[in-house]
Structure formats: C-alpha cells, structure tokens
C-alpha cells in the first residue's frame, strides 16, 4: 500500500498525523514561510515521544541548495543531533551550482552520522535539476532511501507524466514520494502511477496576533479533518 507521511511542525501536529494513520511524519518548523527549516532539539525529542516515526528536515536557511562551509556544518551538526534524539531518519538534499546533486556535500552532511540505521530521504531540491533521470541514479548509488518530488511541476497532479517516469526508472532500487500540493483528490491518480508515498501537509493558520515583534498574525497547525479525508481517501484508493 502506498505510504503516507505529513509534514508536521508540532507535537499537535504528529499526533494527529498517527491518530489518522500515517506512517510517519517530517518534522519541520516555518513551513508555510520557508518551504521547511530544521526544527529545534527540543522539539525532535517531544515528537519522538509521541511514538510515530520521526524524519527530521536537516536544511539551515531557506532559499536555495548551494551552501556555504559553515552552513554544511550547521547541518552536520544538526543531522547528529537528531539522530541522537531518535529520529528514524533525516531529510536532506545539496545541489551543485549547475543544479546537480552534490554527491560531497551530502557526504559532509552525514559524516558521522550512523546512516545504516535510519532511512534518507532526499528532499524537493531534486525538483530544481533538470536531469531528474541522472539525479535518481546519483540518489541510488549514494544510499538514498527515498526521493520527496513533485516532477519538477508546481504541484504534483501537473507533474504525473514526470512522477511515472521517475516511478518506471527507479523500479523499487529508491522510493518514489510524491509531494508538492497534493490534494485528497489527487490520491488516486497518484496511487495509479505506482509512487510508493505520498506527502502533503494538509495544514491550516490558526490566528494569533503576536504584535509588532511576533511576526504574521497566526501559525500552522495540522488540519485534523483534512488529514482523516486523505487517510480515508488512500485507503479507500487501495482497497478499491
């Protein structure tokens, strides 16, 4: 069955992702504004406990997957860090300065890090390089467990083409994870194409003025009655 995994930014957050069934989260902080940042220690370790399978983001800035000498070390860091708080694996991904994948980067990103013993997943850069094809071998030979794509589109329900290619050349050598605006209704056009996850955030603003220093007026949260329609819509797509 096709997996499903919630980006999640909250205790909140990974609860009710398992109260629905998920199997697993990505945990992140300043989703909405960044597309995605490493969440903090404290807050690794209070989702762990939770009991649903954990893979934290490793990225140090938003923008783009050209990094500098102390960024990579910032992640390296924070990779190690969430490993030891019980992550059951990292999100990570590094392009070159002509958008391919920095294989070296990669490397010093996870050096130390006890990589037989958590999954890898290599993040929505991959939607940045325009030889996906090359990238998914480069993915494969570098122990990626898996790949977060949209197809290069905007959303993924415009990138299907693209999405069953990269399902076809993979061929269960690296996990396919469609994300990138999914919807309830997308699911099963998704699941037709053979992706082995899907992803999507299915959150919603909670208002809450924080004043003239606490930035915009309201924060993220999982929307619960979204979460159950996708869960229920997977499964239906499944068994159906």
């Known amino acids: 069955m096709t997996a499903l995994e919630f980006a999640v930014q909250d205790v909140a957050g990974a609860i009710g992702a398992r109260r629905v069934g998920a199997d697993r989260v990505e945990l992140c902080a ?34 783009g997957f050209v990094y500098a000498e102390d960024e990579i070390a910032v992640m390296n860091a924070d990779a190690k860090a969430a490993v030891s708080a019980g992550v059951a694996g990292l999100v990570v991904g590094a392009l070159t300065p002509d958008h391919r994948v920095d294989v070296g980067v990669l490397e010093r990103v996870l050096d130390g890090v006890p990589v037989g013993d958590i999954e890898l997943t290599f993040h929505r850069a991959i939607d940045q390089i325009a030889d996906r094809a090359a990238a998914i ?42 994300g990138g605006g999914v919807t309830a209704a997308d699911i099963p056009a998704l699941a037709h194409i053979g992706v082995d996850a ?17 930035g915009t007026a309201g924060h993220e949260r999982l929307d619960d009655e979204l979460a159950a329609a996708v869960a229920a819509r997977l499964r239906t797509t499944a068994a159906g």
Request: glycine residues 18%; hydrophobic residues 45%; charged residues 15%.
């Open 137 to 178: 071998e480069t993915l494969i030979d570098g122990g990626m467990t898996r790949v977060l794509t949209s197809g290069g589109a905007a959303r993924c329900s415009d990138g299907l083409n693209e999405l069953a290619a990269m399902v076809e050349q993979a061929a269960g050598r690296l996990q396919i994870m469609a």
């Open 30 to 63: 300043a989703l909405g504004s960044t597309g995605g940042l490493t969440p903090s220690i404290g807050m690794i370790e209070a989702v762990v406990s939770t009991g649903i399978p954990v893979h934290a983001l490793i990225r140090c800035r938003a923008g």
């Open 198 to 214: 899907i992803h999507l955030s299915a959150r919603r603003v909670v208002a809450d003025d924080g004043g003239p220093g606490g």
